[in-house]
């Protein structure tokens, strides 16, 4: 069964035609260019820094964005966590820390618990206490809410 989020991003990446920024490396616009079945087959072919930053350039430089990336991000599960941790740490932009902070409920729902990853939860939980707007702010505490308190997908991350 295809979960619901999944299926909204495979739609939205179906039904949307894509822009790429001028800055968006040449390989990844051929990545994004691709279906998405075949995107999630290629995306696993790069390093997890590299995954990282593919998502933001398909956050940042795609219209709409093609979230579908973070759905691909999250399904590595633990190992990717430092570098989303790191990434969300460094981050100002409200609307990028939206767009990290999902990739954690997608991993907390589909992949493995986060629920007991302690630093996980803080770090969100202190994000989101310095994110200024406020449609954000509350998108974003929705999910940490849903990871606090929801058993999540798996065992624990």
């Not at 968006?24 to 995107?39: C, D, K, S």
């Not at 939206?98 to 629920?115: G, N, P, R, W």
């Given at each position: 069964?295809?979960?619901?989020?999944?299926?909204?991003?495979?739609?939205?990446?179906?039904?949307?035609?894509?822009?790429?920024?001028?800055?968006?490396?040449?390989?990844?616009?051929?990545?994004?260019?691709?279906?998405?079945?075949?995107?999630?087959?290629?995306?696993?072919?790069?390093?997890?820094?590299?995954?990282?930053?593919?998502?933001?350039?398909?956050?940042?430089?795609?219209?709409?964005?093609?979230?579908?990336?973070?759905?691909?991000?999250?399904?590595?599960?633990?190992?990717?966590?430092?570098?989303?941790?790191?990434?969300?740490?460094?981050?100002?932009?409200?609307?990028?820390?939206?767009?990290?902070?999902?990739?954690?409920?997608?991993?907390?729902?589909?992949?493995?618990?986060?629920?007991?990853?302690?630093?996980?939860?803080?770090?969100?939980?202190?994000?989101?206490?310095?994110?200024?707007?406020?449609?954000?702010?509350?998108?974003?505490?929705?999910?940490?809410?849903?990871?606090?308190?929801?058993?999540?997908?798996?065992?624990?991350c």
């Amino acid at each position: 069964m295809i979960k619901p989020t999944l299926l909204l991003t495979i739609a939205m990446a179906a039904f949307s035609v894509m822009q790429c920024g001028n800055h968006t490396p040449p390989e990844y616009r051929r990545l994004f260019a691709l279906p998405v079945q075949q995107q999630a087959l290629e995306f696993k072919k790069y390093p997890l820094d590299q995954q990282l930053d593919i998502y933001v350039h398909a956050i940042e430089d795609v219209e709409p964005p093609a979230t579908q990336f973070g759905t691909f991000l999250a399904a590595n599960g633990k190992k990717v966590i430092p570098l989303l941790l790191n990434k969300l740490k460094e981050e100002k932009s409200d609307r990028r820390r939206f767009y990290l902070i999902a990739v954690f409920y997608q991993m907390h729902t589909e992949h493995c618990s986060l629920k007991d990853e302690r630093e996980v939860v803080e770090t969100i939980s202190a994000v989101i206490r310095e994110m200024k707007d406020s449609t954000y702010r509350g998108l974003c505490e929705v999910y940490l809410k849903a990871i606090r308190e929801q058993p999540g997908a798996g065992p624990p991350c």
